[in-house]
């Protein structure tokens, strides 16, 4: 929950991560079947590692932003949580009405 934390207590511009921002936006409010349908697609769009974005999803599952199943657990889509939606929603409101920085992000890809 340290992760969670962090979103919490300080300006999401500072401390989300860039990729752990596009992801969630990218995941947004959809139900994906799996999360391995979603770490191929956002590899091939984005030009990330299908590690990086399994690290990336499994530190925001642990910080209660996301849930999706993992090996020996039963059969859920990947979404985003309540927190979750309440993160990517602060993230789009960011301080000086820059509500279009996710969305940039999404158009060029990413190194990591």
């Known amino acids: 929950m340290q992760v969670a934390n962090r979103y919490r ?3 999401l511009k500072d401390s989300a991560s860039r ?10 409010l959809d139900q994906i ?3 391995t349908d979603f770490v191929s697609y956002a590899s091939d769009r984005f030009g990330m590692s299908q590690s990086g974005i399994w690290y990336t999803l499994k530190k ?10 993992e090996k020996g657990e039963e059969n ?12 990517l929603r602060s993230a789009l409101a960011l301080e000086g009405g820059d509500r279009h ?4 992000m999404a158009q060029v890809r990413v190194s990591v």
């Not at 599952?61 to 199943?69: E, H, P, S, V, Y």
């Not at 920085?101 to 940039?104: D, G, K």
């Open 9 to 11: 207590e300080g300006s």
């Open 19 to 28: 990729k752990e921002l596009l992801l969630m936006h990218e995941i947004g």
């Open 33 to 35: 079947p799996t999360a």
């Open 60 to 69: 925001l599952k642990r910080a209660g932003l996301l849930d999706f199943t």
């Open 76 to 87: 859920r889509p990947l979404t985003l949580t309540m927190e979750g939606v309440g993160v």
């Open 101 to 104: 920085e996710v969305r940039r």
